[in-house]
């Protein structure tokens, strides 16, 4: 995997996950919105063996610039093997229940552009018969749940347009890959409370190097929220409505 | 991520202790730095501020009570790094373990290393720190080609022996008093294999291994020495030396032989301790073994044990590190008799003879002598007493303890040890300070 275009390249995990590649001599074009945190996680990655580290300077609510993004890296990087779509924010739930436009617009990021990213993305690889497609999701996908059904929500839609995606290029040689995270300690993550759960950046990025490299289709990390997950969808809904988590 | 709306308690200050747990402390607030860009908007308020990294500092030099601790972890990415020349500009806040992760397989190695890899690379510069290797190179601050410090006035100064030469001095053995350390550029070396060629050798006496240390010390980079230290009549240990090898396979890697790290009651009482030592010294079959070994188990035995402090218990442990000079053998050796018929140590005591190359900081611990670091399960007073004890000793030979591994010294011995204390307090930020700084500069002025 030579030339991987990251979006969201300035998040904790993106940052682990793009120094593994680093490490290996990778290609990438990094794709945030701050230019002094940009420069610095390319910095990082040269320093680390990547070949050649390109930044763009995007804000990804623009879906029009998003579309036109893996064009873009093909013409930079000399062609593309892989985009992770590591972008993503985690809204103030009350805020967005008060505000319809707000909740657009987290939907826009959390959503609209990995999705308008990823339809770009496969029409590319699917002419190549090759290549890797991965998102970062969430294990708040999995059910809606009062307390993050909007961000959880976003992260469905995701999810299932993966799983669609997933069938669409059975056997074209392209992978699909749903990274379903838990807790992590991360900026993102900052103002919550660290319990026992939480793992670190490095564990996660770890996880999704190496998923992009097998080809691995849904993953949880770390791996036991697949069984937090399946206990999560087994809940009936009569009691899920009245949990309050 | 989950991210639930979670109860708004406090973000796990019970994390930010230091090594030794003792003293326990609390900060007033946590300020986590993620990017150095965020500096300019750090918001300290009037509290005093200090930084930490991981915290292996033993005692109270990484704690601030009532205070803010500005926690520069996160800050752990490279900047530059020049494969050719093994030159490396990193964030302060890159552990040494992630910096060996990237500079081993292209050949290059600390040009100190401490005995554990969780520290950072700005703790290294701020207690100046030593290694296996001090007849040889010197203190971790030598090898420090420049650093950026950030102060509470919001200014960003490049220090190096030529630029800001006088804020360089004080901020390396510092204990992160002077300001932020942001990054840190450093020459590394060169080395043909990640293994080393090491030899192991029974001593029976002091003097036994005063003369290993002179008749190594000009072949062999790396030297260090166990102890034990339960023992009356004459002080005995193995003695171990090695340089990196040209190539080869390490032997699969047995037990390091240094510690029971799963027979925590061992620590705990002075038989047991007694028990393991005499195994220790007597499990190595031979006199002297030759051995080719990873760095890993080699420089960092104890990262083979998450938490390992965790085996003295709640009550935590001090750890004493004290210096004296060579001319002082006779009260060194009335040291170690005094620490034997304490019982109170525990089995792990190092022993190594520094060299005679200077230290670059105004505050560095490490000059010409011989140096012991041992661990003691806090019994109390009792155990106080004992170090206050040791502290006159260590004082009258004309030596000097490791603020980095201290909880407890007097103002008095801090002052005695470190008498140009004062004129590094003109250098130190005037919003900084750490629970350690305020304990041993009570009631002078400065």
């Known amino acids: ?245 | 991520m989950l991210g639930d709306p979670a109860p708004s308690y406090a973000l796990a200050m019970a994390d930010y202790q230091s090594w030794g747990r003792i003293p326990k402390a609390t900060a007033s607030a946590v300020r986590r730095v993620y990017w150095r860009s965020e500096l300019a908007e750090l918001d300290l308020g009037s509290s005093a501020a200090l930084p930490y990294g991981l915290g292996r500092s033993y005692g109270d030099s990484c704690l601030n009570d009532g205070g803010i601790l500005i926690d520069t972890s996160p800050l752990s990415r490279l900047i530059h790094f020049d494969f050719e020349r093994g030159i490396l500009r990193a964030e302060a806040g890159l552990s040494l373990q992630q910096l060996l992760a990237v500079a081993v397989p292209r050949g290059w190695f600390l040009p100190v290393s401490p005995g554990t890899q969780f520290v950072t690379l700005g703790g290294a510069v701020a207690n100046d720190i030593h290694g296996k290797n001090h007849h040889r190179a010197g203190t971790f601050g030598r090898h420090v080609r420049r650093f950026e410090l950030w102060r509470s006035d919001g200014s960003q100064q490049e220090c190096s022996p030529d630029q800001n030469a006088e804020l360089f001095r004080a901020t390396i053995g510092g204990m992160g008093l002077t300001g932020v350390i942001t990054w840190v550029e450093i020459q590394l070396v060169g080395i043909p294999s990640p293994c080393l060629q090491m030899e192991r050798i029974r001593f029976r006496s002091l003097d036994e291994y005063l003369a290993l240390e002179s008749e190594s010390s000009a072949d062999y980079e790396y030297t260090v020495s166990w102890v034990d230290c339960m023992r009356s009549g004459p002080t005995r240990g193995l003695f171990q030396r090695a340089n990196f090898a040209g190539g080869g396979t390490p032997r699969k890697a047995r037990r390091p032989l240094c510690v029971p790290f799963d027979l925590p009651s061992f620590a705990l009482n002075s038989s047991a301790v007694k028990l393991f030592n005499q195994t220790i010294f007597q499990l190595q079959q031979s006199e002297r073994i030759s051995r080719l070994t990873h760095y890993a188990p080699f420089f960092y035995p104890l990262d083979a044990v998450r938490d390992w402090n965790r085996i003295y218990g709640k009550r935590g442990f001090f750890q004493y590190q004290f210096l004296v000079p060579n001319d002082a053998e006779e009260a060194f050796r009335e040291i170690l008799r005094r620490i034997s018929s304490a019982r109170q140590g525990s089995f792990l005591v190092i022993l190594k003879k520094f060299g005679n190359i200077a230290s670059p900081g105004l505050m560095s611990f490490p000059r010409e002598g011989l140096t012991l670091a041992l661990d003691f399960p806090n019994r109390g007073q009792a155990t106080c007493d004992l170090l206050d004890d040791l502290d006159e000793l260590v004082q009258q030979a004309g030596g000097c303890v490791y603020p980095a591994k201290d909880a407890r010294m007097s103002p008095a011995s801090f002052q005695a040890y470190y008498p140009q204390w004062k004129e590094f307090s003109r250098y130190t930020d005037p919003q900084f300070s750490s629970s350690f700084w305020r304990r041993v500069t009570a009631g002078a002025v400065a």
């Open chain 1, 1 to 245: 995997m030579k030339r991987i275009l990251i979006t969201g390249a300035t998040s904790a995990i993106a940052q682990e996950t793009a120094r593994l590649f680093a490490a290996d001599g990778a290609a990438l074009l990094l794709v945030g919105r701050d230019s002094d945190k940009l420069a610095a996680v390319a910095d990082d990655l040269r320093a680390r063996g990547a070949e050649k580290v390109e930044t763009e300077i995007v804000d990804l609510i623009d879906l029009a610039r998003c579309s036109r993004l893996i064009d873009e890296a093909v013409e930079k990087l000399g062609g593309l093997d892989a985009l992770l779509v590591a972008q993503g924010t985690l809204p103030d739930q009350a805020e967005c229940e008060a505000d319809p436009l707000k909740t657009l617009f987290e939907f826009s990021l959390n959503a609209m552009g990995p999705i308008t990213l990823l339809l770009r993305g496969a029409a590319y690889f699917e002419n190549r018969r090759s290549g890797c497609l991965a998102v970062i999701t969430s294990i708040a996908g999995v059910r809606g749940r009062k307390t993050n059904y909007i961000y959880g929500s976003a992260k469905a839609t995701v999810s299932t347009f993966l799983e669609g995606l997933r069938g669409r290029l059975c056997g074209t040689g392209v992978s699909v890959v749903d990274i379903r995270p838990g807790f992590v300690d991360t900026p993102m993550t900052a103002h919550l409370p660290k319990q026992a759960l939480f793992a670190t950046p490095e564990s996660v990025g770890a996880r999704i190097y190496r998923a992009m490299i097998a080809g691995d289709d849904v993953v949880y990390t770390p791996w036991f929220w697949r069984w937090i997950a399946l206990v999560l969808q087994l809940i009936p809904r009569r009691i899920f409505v009245k949990l309050s988590i």
